[in-house]
């Protein structure tokens, strides 16, 4: 428990074109985006807000924060301009905020079509992890194959095993 990951690339959401240059002002010129959605299995429910709850989502916060910023590095040494998403507060990392926040949890449904319920914070249905899962958000303008490439070799330094192709 708590240790499995589904990662997948997308392209971006509805909601992110139309907010893209609110949401990441420094990327005006970006034509192609694409959006990486990082989902880690929680130890607990993340429904409850507890202490325990919310150390787990602490837990997760960084373990998504140490992979993106590898991830993202790696793709900006490589020309392609790269951010992830903080979850605690919706804004890019790397890039000035814009004035609105990403929301991960509304396109992680968007895209994967997974339920929500809406708590004192929304919350993710996984198929098999039910509310267990903790989701997280990475946007670049790399090919997905070079995004694949570069998460292979950084994602079994986190801990986590190769990426599957079909993520894309």
């Given amino acids: 428990m708590g240790k499995a990951i589904q990662i997948s690339i997308h392209n971006p959401s509805q909601y992110i074109c139309a907010n893209c240059e609110q949401i990441l002002p420094d990327w005006k010129q970006q034509q192609f985006l694409w959006v990486v959605v990082v989902l880690q299995q929680a130890r607990y429910p993340l429904v409850e807000v507890t202490g325990e709850v919310e150390r787990e989502k602490e837990r997760l916060r960084e373990k998504f924060m140490r992979f993106g ?93 190769e990426i599957n192709k079909d993520a894309v």
Avoid at 102 to 124: E, F, M, Q, R
Wanted: proline share 11%.
């Fill in 69 to 161: 910023c590898d991830v993202a590095f790696n793709l900006r040494d490589r020309s392609y301009v790269t951010d992830l998403i903080d979850p605690r507060t919706g804004y890019p990392l790397l890039s000035h905020p814009g004035a609105v926040p990403h929301d991960d949890t509304a396109v992680v449904k968007a895209l994967l079509g997974y339920p929500v319920i809406k708590n004192k914070c929304s919350v993710l249905v996984h198929p098999e992890w039910g509310t267990a899962v903790y989701p997280s958000i990475l946007l670049s303008e790399a090919p997905p194959e070079i995004i694949l490439q570069v998460m292979n070799v950084i994602a079994p330094l986190h801990g986590w095993t």
